[in-house]
């Protein structure tokens, strides 16, 4: 594996810390390992979706909302 080093924010890292102890993760590694994995399979997904429906306000609006 490769090491990454970033920054964050006291709020985010707050919550982050939070949200590994309400779901369990092991340590926040995992949480952002297995956050980074959700945000690919979005992009994926998205990607996707945007390819292979005809582009309409409707279809628009179901990636934005999926994307948050």
């Known amino acids: ?3 990454m080093t970033f920054k ?9 810390d939070k949200t590994v102890i ?3 993760f092991s340590n926040r ?4 390992r ?3 994995r959700e945000k690919i399979e979005r992009c994926k997904t ?3 979706i945007s390819k292979s429906k005809p ?5 628009e ?3 934005i909302d999926y994307t948050g």
């Open 1 to 3: 594996m490769k090491l």
């Open 8 to 16: 964050v924010s006291e709020s985010l890292l707050k919550e982050m």
């Open 22 to 24: 309400e779901h369990h």
């Open 29 to 32: 590694t995992e949480f952002i």
């Open 34 to 36: 297995n956050a980074i």
């Open 46 to 48: 998205v990607h996707f």
């Open 55 to 59: 582009k309409t306000k409707k279809v």
């Open 61 to 63: 609006k179901e990636v």
